[in-house]
């Protein structure tokens, strides 16, 4: 199938999920979505009995604290490699019309799991796709905060020249109070 033919197919809701360890929404996702592939993004600390397993599918589990400050933030440039090659063999499988259903989850479902959901659309748009990449997070995601240090080394890795990043901050520029929302919502669960 040639890349035009795939992209004029392309359905994000069907071939991209964002899910969060948070309330349990992990399982449902999985029973629901029957991924292919899972990005698993833990934090470092967790307890190993939380740690989900995805049998039978092709998984990808790797730990980093999330932050938007690299000093703040073991997520290394080696690691993110790992990532984007995991997301290329996805949408390899996609444009090949196999079956490639991702599902990417952190704790939240908000930063670390959009920011990567973000690097696989961007992948599956292709060179210049950012802004479709981006538009199609916001259909599949409900009001995304994706991490920027991950968006930033993948920018990197990928040779887009800051134009993912600058789709990125486009979006932190017109929503300036959603990350204080989340910062109070999250206090009111209990989890900072």
């Not at 930063?111 to 997070?137: P, Y």
């Not at 968006?151 to 134009?163: F, M, Q, S, T, Y």
Request: net charge positive; glycine share 6%; aromatic share 6%.
């Amino acid at each position: 199938m040639d890349e035009g033919a795939a992209m004029s197919q392309w359905n994000p809701a069907q071939a991209l999920r964002v899910s969060a360890l948070f309330a349990g929404r992990i399982h449902a996702d999985v029973i629901d979505y029957r991924p292919t592939h899972v990005v698993s993004l833990l934090d470092p600390a967790i307890d190993p009995a939380k740690v989900p397993s995805f049998a039978g599918t092709r998984t990808l589990q790797r730990r980093f604290n999330d932050g938007d400050a690299p000093a703040e933030f073991p997520l290394t440039p080696a690691l993110m490699a790992e990532i984007v090659e995991f997301l290329r063999d996805w949408h390899d499988r996609l444009r090949s019309g196999e079956a490639a259903r991702l599902l990417v989850h952190c704790h939240m479902g908000a930063s670390r799991s959009t920011a990567v959901a973000l690097v696989a659309l961007a992948i599956a748009h292709g060179d210049k796709g950012e802004a479709a990449a981006f538009a199609d997070l916001l259909r599949i995601t409900n009001k995304p905060w994706p991490n920027i240090h991950v968006v930033r080394l993948a920018d990197e890795i990928l040779g887009r020249e800051r134009l993912l990043v600058t789709e990125l901050e486009r979006y932190r520029n017109a929503n300036p109070n959603r990350l204080a929302a989340y910062r109070r919502l999250n206090g009111r669960r209990g989890l900072i």
